[in-house]
């Protein structure tokens, strides 16, 4: 008796879904093992096994590889496996890292404790400040590895200038676009060699994904890129993907909607009696508002920060007092969420690494959603009393 999985589906005739079906399959079946070569061989299209390809991730890769202004892409099971794929495809025992030191605090450990074990050494820089970047690359170094807008205080870099360094120093520039996407800004036409998405984040944006992405154009590097995150196993999950092409219909009208709610609550804040400090690169204020319209193309993106006097208990007291806008330390969902750095992103790091960053106990980050700015600021109104 046949197996019900292999037998061929119902025919659908002249007619083609309009939405790209899920295939869960996690292996495919080949008529012989003639057709198994063109495919290894990649005469062929299809197949085989979906840690190593499926048609999900390839069609999600495809999109935002177009968005991204890249030639090639890659979908990876979440932000930090991209990043895993990409370290693990360029570099070699004995090479190092130069990184900026306000990164993501778990591709600073990665950097740090894991690759350090394999030989691969990291130094960081201030990656806002050029001399020190180009000091640091003189030493030698594989990858230069910045994010457009860093966690939490939104600090843009020159990704043009950094390419610039880089590649004078032969050394490949990474930029991990998370914060941005590519609705704001494209890190290759800028000159980056990679450039790659947690897309858990914005792109996917209903907090119900966990995916990445790494893009370039150099196709040369695509290879060894397949083959780490085959064997290193960072495979997407094909329910990801199919969910994840849904929400990157939407990214361009959320985010446009997200980042004007973002600059009319950040002066909307400004102005509220408890708030002693507002972050946000749209500002006056902010050290990056005169870069970031350079990297940024419309809109200074979707986070930001405020202060409350009165620290942590103060910070309690809002989030009781506001609970229209969750408190859950991630970013990018359709609506808008709070988080708070000191305790989350930044829990582990020193207070005078801390105070040095400016991330205070009442310093608050939003992540702007696209719904009715009056109705954030309603809810947010209830927090400040
Ligand atoms: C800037 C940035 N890069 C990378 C990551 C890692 O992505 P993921 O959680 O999808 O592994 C995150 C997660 O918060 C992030 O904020």
Redesign the pocket.
Known sequence: MSEPSTRPPPSLGQTVPLVMPLYSSSVYTLPDLDALDRVMNAEAPGYIYARDAHPNARRLAQLLAEDEGADWGLVTG??????TALVVATTQHGQRIVASNR??G??TQLFSQELGRFGVAAEYVDANDLEQVEAALAKGARLLFV?TMS?PLVRVVDIANLATLAHRHNCLLVV?N??ATPVLTKPLDLGADLV?E????MISGHSDV???FVGGNDADMLPALTAAVSIWGLASSPFDCWLAERGLATLELRMHAACQNAARLAEWLADQANVTRVVYPGRLDHPDHKLAPEVLRGGFGNMLCFELDGGRDAVNRFMRQAPGIPFSP??GHSATTLSHPATT?HRYASPAERRRQGITDGLIRLSVGCEDVEAIRHEMKKGLQ
């Open positions: 979440s932000g930090m496996a991209a990043i990164l993501y778990r591709t994010e966690n991990d998370t914060f790659m947690s897309l858990t984040k966990t995916l990445g991630s970013l992103s």
